[in-house]
Nanobody
């Protein structure tokens, strides 16, 4: 299984950015719950969005209304659209996948390695 993130960049506050996560090797990938979490300098890991096998998405209050997670099942790609970025959003963003987990459960569980599969991450810096 491979999850490969891309799209990280250095941007200005107020800018928008879209991250991508290309998934390969997932058996019956549609059955997986996928999501994004981040870790900023000196901070703990925080789930920022998850999408379940039924398409249900969920977000923490810190990004609700600014971040949107979508999944292209035909291309096996997960996206994270981030709008109105602030310096507090600066972090390494990683995508994660787990079988048979609801989006709500995934949001908190994905920060643990036992969750399932993680990508290596992509860096977002907001100044």
């Amino acid at each position: 299984v491979q999850l490969v993130e891309s799209g990280g960049a250095s941007v200005q506050a107020g800018d928008s950015l879209t991250l991508s996560c290309a998934a390969s090797g997932l058996h019956d990938h549609i059955g997986y719950c996928m999501g994004w979490f981040r870790q900023g300098p000196g901070k703990g890991r925080e789930g920022v969005g998850a999408i379940g096998r039924d398409g249900t998405d969920t977000y923490p209050d810190s990004v609700k209304g600014r971040f949107t997670i979508t999944k292209d099942n035909a291309k096996n790609i997960l996206y994270l659209q981030m709008n109105n970025l602030t310096p507090e959003d600066s972090a390494t963003y990683r995508c994660a996948a787990s079988w048979d987990v609801t989006a709500n459960a995934a949001l908190s569980r994905m920060v643990s390695p036992e969750f399932g599969y993680w990508g290596e991450g992509t860096q977002v810096t907001v100044s």
